[in-house]
Every structure is written in structure tokens, then in C-alpha cells.
């Protein structure tokens, strides 16, 4: 699955994530494209913070191609 990942200091890029990936999945790709800790990595999706890292992209709601707010934590 594709999903494009907004950022107002980043851009917009987008991540490949397997269909029956998690939270944390996506976190983890984030996290290597932008050379971040995961810890560091918010994402909000549909105006809801995804916090539950096992949650799968499909119970978020997520589909390919969805859209995401990527937030970066200092």
C-alpha cells in the first residue's frame, strides 16, 4: 500500500507499507526515510492522532493512497 505523508517542514513523499502492516510499520518507514527516531514520529490521520502501534492500517481506516499528517517531535 501507498500512503502520501504531508509534512509542513518535510513536504509530501510517500511510503510503501505492506497491506497488513501496523502503526508501527509505517512509523518504522517514516522514521528511515526521514532519518528519525520512532519514538519521535506522530501521525495523524482523518483528525485522529494514530497512537496504537499494533493496530493494523486497515482497523485506522487507512487505504492505498490514503493521505496522512506526519508531526515530528523534537
Not at 500500500?1 to 508501527?24: A, C, H, N, Q, W
Not at 495523524?44 to 493521505?67: E, F, P, R, S, V
Request: net charge negative; charged share 25%.
Amino acid at each position: 500500500m501507498i500512503i502520501e505523508v504531508k509534512s509542513i517542514k518535510e513536504g509530501v513523499f510517500k511510503i510503501t507499507v505492506p497491506d497488513e502492516g501496523t502503526i508501527l510499520d509505517l512509523k518504522t518507514e517514516i522514521s528511515k526515510e526521514k532519518n528519525q527516531l520512532i519514538s519521535h514520529v506522530n501521525i495523524i490521520y482523518n483528525g485522529t492522532m494514530l497512537n496504537d502501534d499494533t493496530q493494523t492500517l486497515a482497523a485506522a481506516g487507512l487505504k492505498n493512497g490514503a493521505a496522512i499528517v506526519l508531526l515530528i517531535r523534537p
